[in-house]
Every structure is written in structure tokens, then in C-alpha cells.
């Protein structure tokens, strides 16, 4: 569908088409609610919204309905077919343009729980409405909801904004993919910009931003480096709610259950952002309920330097039982909102694809050995990765290793990339799933302390090879980093901690 963007003054309270049949399989209704205004207007939001009735639904029959939205510059899904398979198998759903994009009006503010996640309350209580969805009690919907990347978070951001705001969420499950948990994090960590995604992020929806926070942004690409500051704290004032990390520091985790879908080899959202939320953003009986799946895929960019690999897949989901996530995410669903047996099983585990393509199954990624390092000398700004030998294959590492060290650089804002790597030899080490992670260090540094998280992985390490850390002056995902002269930053009495996997 074509984005459009339609600017209509008024209070409009709920805008209905008329009904259009579907093939034989579901009625469509598409409208439009109205939500919160923008700041220093009273003119409502349009949040515009196609939803779709199984033909076997009434008030005498009820279902679950099941909530879907688009990922970033994206719009709704209008057509039936495309959800044949969730209305077949008991669900009606709800497709919609989030905030500024598709038909809806009003600016993005990227999963701010007072815009976006008040919108998505609004849609809540549009189906509490409708005499042919399930409820639980008056005004209480049985729902779930599905969607990757922005589709994601807009799932985390209604459920949380009800937490918040009412002590508890109507929505019954998630089934999120390739989302974040800490968005600044995410676009730039330690302060690093993943200017590679920024430029293609901006140019898909940059004109949809704030105007301080869109020049912000621009700031941010062309700099690699996050603005210093009023354009640096209009940033860091906009992305301060905007994930789940903010809410939990609030003291708010959901308790329902969530089936994750995370991209491993995902530079972008990485399997550290999906971690995190599986680890934190959950209560302790919620995530005993929950299942997590990392796959090789999401929003993936080759790592050409330093050279990475990652063969693309899900075997996770077919050793679960399901040729794809979507399938998987159906059997969930009607597991939960249905009671279905389903035989679904591997709750509260994490199920993890291998740069190779096997579904490696932990109960815990908690680090369970660690590795003395010896002194590093790193260039920054231009040269050659160092690949420094680790462990002798064959060993299997999963999770989030973590580096521990002294670090010295005598150049400010100088900054080196992380990241473990598998190789026959250093020259032919490749980093692993595609991803690294940044030391940026803003002033000159003399031995301080730092712990930094590596990307989050999981790879077979053969007899025959080698587990490598890998330390590069410049990496593409961060392409363009306006850094000072180039220098060198050297790491001392550093451990790596690291699972390895039984």
C-alpha cells in the first residue's frame, strides 16, 4: 500500500468504510480512532486500523483476536489473504498504521508510551467493544499480537503503557521479532553510532521524526558519534522511555507470556536486545511460560570488515516443531488465547540457531568460564584487526560473552571494535553472526576499569579451529565515524567470560 499521510483538523472519534466482504473467509472493516493529540495541539490523532472478522465469528461465537502492525516506513496490512492462516485457525486480527505512517496522522516518537503506546490503548479499546471478541470480563479482550522490528515494539509499548498506567496489561500474549530493548542502545552503543542502519532507518521514515529530533539524527549519521550538547540532549530526552529497559527501571515487568524471535546475526537489534528482554522484562513465572528463539536473520548486513559469517535459517523453530516462526507464533497463540494442545514445548529455555545453522537449546546463558587475556595493542581510526587466540576447537559458546580490562588510550574519543571470531588461523578468522560491539572512550584514558558486553552469540567451534577475540580499529555497521587522528588503545589484565555450552 501506498504511504500516505493525510492532515484532517477535527475531532474524530472513530471513522468507519463501509464493510468490505473478503474472499469467503473473513468480513474487513477499516477505520480510524482517535488518539492523543501532538504536543501544544488539541486536534486528535488519527490511528487508522483494517480488521478482520472470520467468517465463523458472532456474538455467539466468539474468538481471540490478534493484533498486527508494521515495521519502521511500513503501513498496515489490508489484504485477507495475507492472514488466511491466523483466521483459519480461530483468530480474527487487527492490522494498523502506526502514529504518522500509512493513513495515520500525527508525528513518531519511535514507542513513547504517552503517543504510541496511548495509541495502541486505544485500539484495545476499540476490540473491548466488538460483541464477537472473546472476553474475559467486561472491557477485557482476549488478544495477542505478532509483528517484527517496529511491529515489535509496538507490542511491548501497549502492554507496558497499561502497566503502568492501569497496574495491568489486556493483552493475554506476545509474539514479538527482531525488536529492541534499550533503543538508544540499540542505535548507538557506548555512545557509537550504527551509522550503516541510521542512514537506512532515515531514509525510510527520517522526515516522520520530530524536526529537532530528525536534524538530531542527521547530527548523529554524519558525526558517528552522539551530538554534544542541545542536539545531543533532545536525543537522549526522546529515546529516554522508548523500550522496555525504561519500564522495567520503573519496576514494571509483564506477566504473561511472550514466544521471542530474534535475529542472531541481526546487526541492528541484536541477540543481546532480545536477551535482555527474555531476562528482564519478564516476571519469573511469566518467563517459564515464554519460549526464545534466535534465528540468522532479522536486519542483517554482511560484516565485510572485519570479515563475519552466519549461515541464514531457523532450525529452531523446525526443531520446535514448526517450519517457520509464523507457524510457530500460530501454535503459541493457540496455545495461550485457546488452550489448544498444541504440543508445543521448550518453555522458558532459550533456543538458539549456531552460526552454522543448528538449534543449539540452553537452559541458562549465564557465563561459566573465563579466559586470562594477555596484554592487547589495538590500532584505532586505521589498520588491521588483531585476532587473539582464545580456545582450541572443538568447544560450543552461546550468550553474551563479556571483556573485563584495563584500558589505555591516549587519544580522547577514540574508539575499537569487539567481537569473537572462528578461524583456522588469525588470517583466517571471521566474525561470528556478522556482529560487533564498540569501546568508545571520550577522554584520554589511563587503566580504567571497563566491562563491556561482546555481541551475543552462538557458534560451534570444530577440532581443527580456533575461538578468536577479535579487536578492529574500524568496522562498516559503524561506517563513517568522524574519530580523531589514528592511535592505539591497549587493554591490560583483561578476562573474557564466556558460556560454554554442555
Not at 17 to 46: F, I, M, Q
Not at 237 to 262: S, T
Not at 443 to 465: K, S, W
Amino acid at each position: 500500500m501506498r504511504r500516505r499521510v493525510l492532515a484532517l483538523a477535527g475531532v474524530i472519534a472513530l471513522l468507519l468504510s463501509p464493510v468490505v466482504p473478503a474472499a469467503a473467509a473473513s468480513t474487513v472493516t477499516n477505520g480510524c480512532v482517535a488518539s492523543v493529540p501532538e504536543p501544544g495541539t488539541t486536534t486528535p490523532v488519527r490511528i487508522c486500523y483494517s480488521l478482520f472478522k472470520p467468517s465463523t465469528a458472532s456474538a455467539q461465537h466468539t474468538v481471540p483476536l490478534i493484533f498486527h502492525s508494521h515495521g519502521w516506513g511500513g503501513s498496515r496490512t489490508t489484504d485477507p489473504a495475507a492472514f488466511k492462516d491466523w483466521l483459519d485457525a480461530g483468530f480474527g486480527v487487527l492490522s494498523f498504521d502506526q502514529r504518522s505512517f500509512g493513513e495515520s496522522t500525527g508525528v513518531a516518537h519511535v514507542m513513547n508510551p504517552d503517543y504510541e503506546g496511548r495509541d495502541v490503548v486505544k485500539l484495545v479499546d476499540l476490540v473491548a467493544g466488538l460483541d464477537w471478541v472473546t472476553k474475559q470480563r467486561p472491557g477485557d479482550p482476549l488478544i495477542g499480537a505478532i509483528g517484527g522490528s517496529y511491529g515489535g515494539g509496538y507490542q511491548f509499548a501497549g502492554a507496558f503503557t497499561e502497566l503502568r498506567d492501569s497496574g495491568r496489561t489486556r493483552f493475554d500474549a506476545l509474539a514479538p521479532e527482531i525488536t529492541w530493548w534499550d533503543l538508544k542502545q540499540s542505535l548507538a552503543p557506548q555512545e557509537a553510532a550504527r551509522t550503516m542502519w541510521l542512514s537506512i532507518l532515515f531514509a525510510g521514515g527520517g522526515t516522520h521524526l520530530p524536526p529537532a529530533v530528525s536534524a538530531a539524527f542527521v547530527a548523529l549519521i554524519a558525526t558517528g558519534a552522539w551530538p554534544a550538547g542541545k542536539a545531543g540532549r533532545d536525543l537522549d530526552a526522546f529515546f529516554a522511555h522508548n523500550g522496555p529497559a525504561w519500564h522495567v527501571q520503573q519496576g514494571r515487568k509483564l506477566d504473561i507470556p511472550v514466544l521471542f524471535g530474534q535475529g542472531i546475526s541481526d546487526n541492528l537489534f541484536n541477540l543481546n536486545q532480545g536477551l535482555a528482554n527474555f531476562d528482564h522484562a519478564l516476571t519469573a513465572r511469566s518467563r517459564a511460560r515464554s519460549i526464545f528463539v534466535g534465528y540468522n536473520g532479522g536486519h542483517t548486513l554482511p560484516s565485510v570488515v572485519p570479515p563475519g559469517y552466519a549461515t541464514a535459517g531457523d532450525p529452531c523453530s523446525i526443531a520446535l516443531g514448526s517450519p517457520t516462526f509464523a507457524s510457530l507464533s500460530i501454535r503459541f497463540m493457540q496455545l495461550q488465547l485457546l488452550h489448544k494442545s498444541t504440543g508445543l514445548t521448550g518453555f522458558g529455555t532459550y533456543h538458539l540457531s549456531t552460526a552454522d545453522g543448528r538449534c543449539l537449546t540452553q537452559q541458562n546463558l549465564t557465563p561459566n568460564k573465563s579466559f586470562r587475556l594477555g596484554k592487547i595493542v589495538a590500532p584505532t581510526g586505521v589498520g588491521l584487526p588483531v585476532n587473539l587466540p582464545i580456545a582450541k576447537g572443538p568447544i560450543t559458546i552461546a550468550g553474551t560473552p563479556k571483556l573485563t580490562a584495563n584500558v589505555y588510550t591516549v587519544i580522547p574519543q577514540s574508539a575499537a571494535y569487539f567481537a569473537l571470531s572462528v578461524g583456522t588461523s588469525p588470517l583466517t578468522a571471521k566474525v561470528v553472526q556478522n556482529n560487533t560491539m564498540p569501546l568508545r572512550e571520550k577522554r584520554t584514558a589511563r587503566g580504567v576499569r571497563r566491562t563491556i558486553e561482546l555481541p551475543a552469540i552462538a557458534v560451534d567451534v570444530p577440532a581443527g579451529q580456533n575461538l578468536y577475540l577479535t579487536v578492529a580499529p574500524v568496522a562498516d555497521m559503524y561506517a563513517g565515524q568522524r574519530g580523531p587522528l589514528p592511535g592505539v588503545m591497549m587493554l591490560k589484565n583483561g578476562t573474557l567470560a564466556v558460556h560454554l555450552a554442555r
